[in-house]
């Protein structure tokens, strides 16, 4: 039995297992992952890259949002944001459109800049994924992204010149 009445003092007060002991028992605890998971990590990668992992996985992500470059800039959604004060964010640093809402909590769809269409919810990723898909916009030459069967992706501009 993971839980005696010795470790559990009252409702507020929680004492944990011990680290040095059992950093197993102590890690599943205190980040509430199953044991059998955390042994497997720990195994795999170590005490501390398991703990790093743990700690990450409990945290809230940061929402990303994408302008929609069809109604305004990201500049135009970012200060329609901030002047909402629905956030404290940054330009996202490879999307060219997208906006990190940090610390944001709630409801996006709530705000009329959303509602007026000046920006959706998109990752980062997704964002980049779309602006390879139509290179055309993006960039003055266009760019063709080819899965090659050995897994490899090889950019090809416009006059042949393969980068690997």
Do not use: C
């Amino acid at each position: 039995m993971l839980f005696s009445e010795k470790s559990v003092a009252t409702k507020t007060k929680f004492s944990f297992p011990d680290r040095g002991k059992s950093p197993v028992e102590y890690l599943s605890v205190f980040y509430s992952y199953p044991e059998w998971l955390v042994r497997k990590w720990i195994r795999e990668w170590g005490v501390n890259f398991a703990e790093a992992l743990l700690d990450s996985q409990n945290r809230i992500p940061t929402l990303t949002v994408r302008s929609n470059p069809l109604r305004a800039d990201r500049a135009v959604a970012y200060h329609r944001l901030e002047a909402e004060k629905v956030f404290r964010g940054n330009q996202t640093p490879y999307s060219p459109q997208g906006i990190r809402l940090e610390d944001f909590r709630g409801r996006v769809d709530q705000g009329k800049a959303f509602q007026e269409g000046l920006f959706q919810v998109q990752d980062e990723a997704a964002q980049l994924t779309s602006i390879l898909a139509s290179p055309l916009q993006a960039t003055p030459f266009w760019i063709s992204v080819r899965v090659m069967a050995e897994r490899r992706l090889i950019l090809q501009n416009s006059w042949g010149i393969r980068v690997k």
